[in-house]
């Protein structure tokens, strides 16, 4: 689903009025119907009281229609004007007086004393903002939303939490509101899904207003959020006629003692992710650990006990996925440069192996082309440096992939993947996937699928949404405190089997399926 920003979405409105020939108040309507229609499913007539604040521009028209309609199914509801200028949207007015038809007058806000008690049984409607604003709002107004926000009151905002901008970072937290939901029309916002904005919007929910869909289909934008259908379109379904070597040969490399743990999970679900063969290759130590554990890959082992110290593959494997336990001591990191001096297989590389090109960034330019990288934010602060803000994250991160001609994946809640102009935010997975070996997990699968002929962008788009997706279905029989990653690598079936069994019914549809 494509992320718009705030200038394609205000073209979108424009096209769609001029092409379907309606006014705008009448897509106003759409939607304040659609945002009616999601509320009324969920309270089903609940006695509720709705505190519903709108703005006057068209945010809070947007608020104004949903009142009307609310008031028409019978609900409880108390309307105000946040009355932060002189100035209204004419959609705004239009819809205030549609309201005033029906003998409902709102209260006025226009200062502190102004503000009504909200009891936390309550629901607050929060349209005072939209994504148009650019500037912190007046004091008296932070003051407002400080008021909502410590109701504790269920809070759902219509399109944006009111106070946040679209594109750049908060001047005062505190003139945020906190939604429990946030009805967003058409399009999800960036600002949902990054750390310092998305505490702000704790779940989201996209409605259709009927946006003209070719007009958004043409527009070139910079993020896309990954959601199942999409995995379903780069999933390949396997042929009958095949064997072990169409599914590739990977190798895991990594390992020191005491560390050959994040090898066998990295290795066990590169296996589960599909790969056809899997060697890993590990110091001595590693040795009969692997063999014991996993007895399905085969292990090369290096001279030494310990560390790595010379990496040398006496085949040509299809895809190799290094740096899990490595290490950084200076045989580790004389034994990582050595290699990438020789190598032009396609790589996947993780934790030390990113630490040793941190170290290093010369190495940098030894990668092959396409080459994914699975930062967490400490390991992306040393490869690209420090940034102010997540917005700045993200532009130092486009730059690198574009310098150094690879896959940034930048691992978090909703980890986005990178490559130059483009980035695919996923999201599945939950916050009990925040524990150790999780992104061990993660390089096995991405190094599994482009061990079968997946692309290294689509391998990493599709083993990011499947690893938070075995996440997700490790909690049908758990919690997150209990998660592992080992539940991660044993659910990874199921998430594969959910895209498989829509790929069978979409067959059966089309009667394509024998």
Excluded at 138 to 154: E, G, M, Q, R, Y
Excluded at 165 to 170: E, G, M, S
Excluded at 410 to 435: Q, V, W
Aim: aromatic fraction near 8%; proline fraction near 4%.
């Amino acid at each position: 689903m494509k992320i718009l920003s705030g200038e394609q979405i205000r073209a979108a409105d424009k096209y769609t009025i001029e092409s379907q020939a309606i006014r705008s108040d009448e897509l106003m309507e759409r939607a304040g119907l659609a945002t009616f229609h999601w509320l009324h499913e969920q309270l089903k007539g609940s006695p509720v009281v709705l505190h519903i604040f709108c703005g006057i521009g068209n945010n809070g028209g947007d608020g104004l229609v949903v009142a009307r309609h609310l008031l028409e199914h019978g609900y409880t509801i108390k309307v105000y004007i946040v009355n932060y200028s002189e100035k209204r949207s004419d959609d705004f007015l239009i819809n205030l007086d549609r309201l005033k038809d029906r003998k409902v007058w709102p209260q006025v806000i226009g200062q502190e004393s102004d503000f009504p008690e909200i009891s936390e049984e309550d629901m607050v409607l929060d349209a005072i903002f939209g994504t148009g604003l650019n500037r912190t709002p007046d004091p008296w107004v932070t003051n407002l939303i400080t008021h909502i926000n410590s109701s504790k009151a269920f809070v759902i905002s219509i399109d944006i939490a009111s106070g946040l901008f679209l594109d750049k970072i908060f001047e005062e937290k505190n003139s945020i509101v906190k939604a429990n939901f946030v009805l967003t029309f058409q399009s999800p916002k960036l600002v949902f899904f990054l750390p310092q904005t998305g505490i702000y919007c704790e779940n989201s929910v996209v409605l259709d207003i009927g946006l003209d869909e070719a007009f958004i289909s043409s527009l070139n934008n910079t993020y896309e959020f990954i959601q199942q259908q999409d995995i379903r379109e780069l999933y390949r379904f396997r042929k009958k006629f095949t064997h072990k070597g169409t599914y590739g040969h990977a190798i895991i490399l990594g390992g020191s003692f005491g560390k050959v743990g994040a090898v066998i999970l990295s290795a066990r679900a590169c296996l589960k992710s599909g790969a056809g063969l899997v060697t890993a290759f590990v110091p001595q130590c590693g040795y009969v650990p692997l063999q014991t554990s996993v007895p399905e890959i085969m292990v090369l082992a290096d001279k030494d006990e310990q560390q790595l110290s010379e990496i040398q593959i006496p085949f040509e494997p299809t895809v190799i996925g290094l740096g899990m336990g490595m290490g950084t001591t200076k045989v580790a990191q004389k034994a990582f440069k050595g290699f990438l001096k020789g190598n032009t297989t396609p790589l996947v590389i993780d934790a030390d192996g990113l630490n040793l090109l941190a170290k290093d960034k010369s190495l940098l330019n030894l990668l092959p082309p396409h080459t994914v990288l699975t930062p967490h934010p400490k390991e992306l602060e040393r490869l690209i440096g420090a940034w102010q803000d997540d917005f700045e994250k993200l532009e130092k991160a486009q730059k690198f992939t574009d310098k150094y001609n690879c896959i940034l994946v930048l691992k978090g809640a909703h980890t986005i993947t990178m490559y130059k102009e483009k980035g695919y935010i996923n999201s599945s997975g939950n916050p009990g996937m925040a524990t150790a070996g999780s992104g061990d997990v993660l390089t096995g699968v991405i190094t599994g699928l482009i061990a079968q002929g997946y692309t290294p962008l689509n391998a990493a788009i599709m083993g990011v949404y499947l690893h938070g997706r075995a996440g997700d279905n490790s909690l049908l029989n758990g919690s997150m405190e209990s998660l592992t990653a080992s539940d991660i690598i044993e659910n990874l079936g199921v998430a594969f089997r959910e895209i498989y069994l829509e790929e069978i019914q979409e067959g059966e549809e089309q009667g394509t399926t024998s």
